[in-house]
Every structure is written in structure tokens, then in C-alpha cells.
């Protein structure tokens, strides 16, 4: 028996919807509605720990230049790769001249140094989980239920993560569906160029080295990526980032008041580069990605809010082979149109030897709670008991960051 035309149609319809929804994935629990306010957060953690004493140079400080010989962002005024001046202490480096740079003379971008965690494992998952989950490195808990999601709840805010899998961040009671961004890996020659070579010299004396050259490439990248990879946990990398963040941009201005994004590629163990290089190259893409959101959210961004942070900062003297270590202070960034930017804030001390932690890295002295809960009680209007179930146990602080 044909079915119905009335269930026919019903059937297509429901298929429709299903696939106008197959780019997301949601939890079973409860989806909250759209709330009132037309504020708008978006969390970027940098996975792999970047090297802050790069974005934010203490350019003042002599130590800095004496313990870098290699990769030091020169002090401004020296040359076309001098770190760009924000005041007689701080510079920022030069690769975001034309993305960032503006979005702090326009008082719309925030610095805050000596930022993250107290953990102090220098393990990028453990401190990953203990960020995202919003708690101490030393609490006893089996609540898998991340900061952002809680704050969800206590809003009735609509999230969404621009991830492959759900992220710890957004784990909880609320059900967030996420959506993948994927980028085309980083490669000079991709496996069809490399068999199409191969190809050419099949049937020659020179196959064999060639077969085994490539084999010996292959080996050893997968060796070298291994620990980023892993530090990565699966977050996208910079390139491109510009195309993708103008389209979490398109779904911020929708539905969607909170969002997180993941970007990989920041574990510069080897062959940093200061003014340019590898480094240099990813915040330029980042950079330009993140004023590539605040030009698509139009006239939102006067109610948004990005915040950029990381597990931890990484060793303050450069390695053996001109990168960094783990670290352990960072430094966040607060960037938006509803942002009392065009400074550097939070507590402060000298780049100097006698200031470091464990006389090898920054310190953290704004911890990445009571600095978040401070602007969220802020951003959101929450009061300390609302607060205390976002953060719990966290004594907050206000940086008037909006």
C-alpha cells in the first residue's frame, strides 16, 4: 500500500530538518531558548601553550633581550620587525600591526599578563581539563561539567561550539551542539603531488632513493607532529582561520549568544622565529581572523566580547633550539565592541630574573577565574551566589574589562 500524500510529505519535511541539522551534534539533554540580551561571548583557547612573551614583549625589560638572543621581538622604532609600542613597559609583535593593533587604538582590545592557571604540572591536557572545567588543579571532583556550560545555564543562553567533538568547556546539564571546522592540513607537498614524483621515476635507477626519501619524510613528520598533534587535541590551525572565524561570526549574529572555538599549533618547541617565522606566521593568521569576526558581526560587535587564552605561557629563556618550553603564566586577551579597552591590565611585576616562577617562567597573578568571573559579573550582571556556581570557590575580580 502507497503511502498517504500527506504522509509523504510529512516524511520529507522531517528529512529536510534533519538535514539542514546533520552539521551539528547535540547532547540529550535540554536546548535552552534564545534569552533577551544581545550580548555575545566567544571563547578562543589556543591549544599547545603560545609563547606570550612574543604577542605581549617586554619591551623595557633587558633581561628579556639577554636571555633571547634568537628570538627576541626587537624594541620598537628598531626596523620593520620591531615589536609595535602600547606603553613605555609593553609592546605588541609586529605580525598584528593591521588586525589587533587597530582594535587597541580603537579601545576595543585589552591585554592581561601574568594570566592562567596555578597548576603548575605544565601538562597541556591536565591544565586544559582544569581550565576548562573551571576549577583548582587540586580539586576532587567527577562533575564533568565545563565553565561555559554553566554559565549557559545560569543565563538561558543558547551555546555552541565550533569544534569536532563536544568540548570539555561546554559539557554539563545544558545540551550544546557542535559544529566541525575543518582546514586542509599545512603541507609543501601533499601525498597525490608526492605519487604523482614518485611516478616519474618509476622504472629508473632513481626509484628506490625516491620511494625511500619520501618514506623518511613521512616518518618524520609524524614524529615531529606528534606531541603538537596531541597537544592540539584535535583544534583546528591557523590557517584559513580567517574564512572560518567570519563564519562563527554568522552564527553568533543568529541564534547563538556564547560560542568556543579551538585553534592548534602553538607548541614552538623548535625554530620559534621572532618578528617573522613560524610563529609569526600563526598570530598573523589569527589575528587577522579575529578582525575578520569583529568586521562580520556588524553592528553586534558593540555587544560582543572575545576572550583569547591558553593553558599556560611557556619558558621565558629561549631552548637550545631557538623555541620555547612549557611554561606557565600567559597573557589573555579581551577584544570587542563593548570593551574599556587600549590598555594593559591586571597585576604586574618586572620581566626580570627574581620575578620569575621557579626562575623560569611568568607568573600567574591573575588567575583565569576570578579574572573570567569579574567580567562575567560585569558582562552579565551576576551577582557573587550566581557567580560562585560558574566558579565555585573562586574569589572574583574586577578588571572593569567592560
Not at 555552541?160 to 599545512?186: E, H
Not at 597573578?365 to 573562586?394: H, K
Amino acid at each position: 500500500m502507497s503511502p498517504s500524500p500527506s504522509s509523504a510529505m510529512k516524511r520529507r519535511r522531517a528529512l529536510l530538518q534533519a538535514l539542514a541539522l546533520a552539521p551539528l551534534a547535540c547532547g540529550p539533554a535540554r536546548v535552552r531558548a534564545a534569552p533577551a540580551t544581545s550580548t555575545r561571548l566567544l571563547f578562543v583557547f589556543l591549544r599547545g601553550g603560545y609563547d606570550a612573551a612574543s604577542l605581549l614583549v617586554p619591551t623595557s625589560s633587558s633581561f628579556y633581550y639577554e636571555t633571547r638572543p634568537n628570538i627576541a621581538i626587537a624594541r620598537p622604532g628598531t626596523g620593520n620587525n620591531a615589536a609595535l609600542p602600547l606603553n613605555a613597559d609593553w609592546g605588541l609583535h609586529p605580525a598584528l600591526a593591521t588586525s589587533i593593533l587597530p582594535l587597541y587604538a580603537a579601545g576595543q582590545a585589552i591585554f592581561i599578563p601574568y594570566a592562567g592557571s596555578h597548576e603548575l604540572t605544565r601538562s597541556h591536557f591536565s591544565t586544559q581539563d582544569n581550565i576548562e572545567l573551571g576549577r583548582t588543579p587540586d580539586a576532587v571532583s567527577t562533575r564533568r561539567s565545563g565553565f561555559l556550560n554553566r554559565l549557559a545555564e545560569e543565563l538561558g543562553a543558547p551555546a555552541i561550539a565550533f569544534t569536532d567533538q563536544a568540548p570539555l568547556i561546554l559539557q554539563g546539564n545544558v545540551a550544546v551542539p557542535n559544529t566541525a571546522l575543518r582546514l586542509p592540513p599545512r603541507s609543501l607537498v601533499d601525498a597525490r603531488q608526492s605519487g604523482i614524483i614518485a611516478s616519474m621515476y618509476r622504472d629508473t635507477t632513481l626509484a628506490t632513493p625516491v620511494d625511500e626519501g619520501f618514506a623518511l619524510r613521512d616518518e618524520m613528520q609524524r614524529d615531529m607532529a606528534a606531541e603538537m598533534n596531541a597537544a592540539n587535541r584535535n583544534a583546528i590551525s591557523t590557517r584559513g582561520f580567517e574564512l572560518e572565524a567570519r563564519r562563527v561570526a554568522r552564527q553568533m549574529r543568529g541564534r547563538f549568544n556564547i560560542g568556543f572555538v579551538d585553534v592548534g599549533g602553538w607548541d614552538t618547541h623548535v625554530n620559534q622565529g621572532s618578528g617573522t617565522g613560524q610563529l609569526a606566521t600563526r598570530l598573523d593568521e589569527l589575528g587577522r581572523g579575529l578582525a575578520g569576526f569583529a568586521q562580520e558581526m556588524g553592528a553586534l560587535w558593540q555587544d560582543t566580547v572575545v576572550v583569547v587564552a591558553s593553558e599556560f605561557g611557556r619558558t621565558f629563556r629561549e631552548n637550545g633550539n631557538r623555541g620555547t618550553d612549557h611554561g606557565h603564566g600567559s597573557v589573555y586577551w579581551v577584544l570587542g565592541g563593548a570593551v574599556r579597552g587600549g590598555r594593559i591590565a591586571g597585576e604586574q611585576v618586572q620581566a626580570r630574573a627574581a620575578d620569575l616562577q621557579d626562575n623560569r617562567d611568568y607568573r600567574v597573578l591573575n588567575e583565569y577565574r576570578a579574572v573570567l568571573g569579574g567580567l562575567f559579573g560585569r558582562l552579565y550582571g551576576l551577582d557573587a551566589t550566581r557567580l560562585a556556581r560558574i566558579f565555585p570557590g573562586a574569589a572574583t575580580v574586577d578588571l572593569g574589562l567592560v
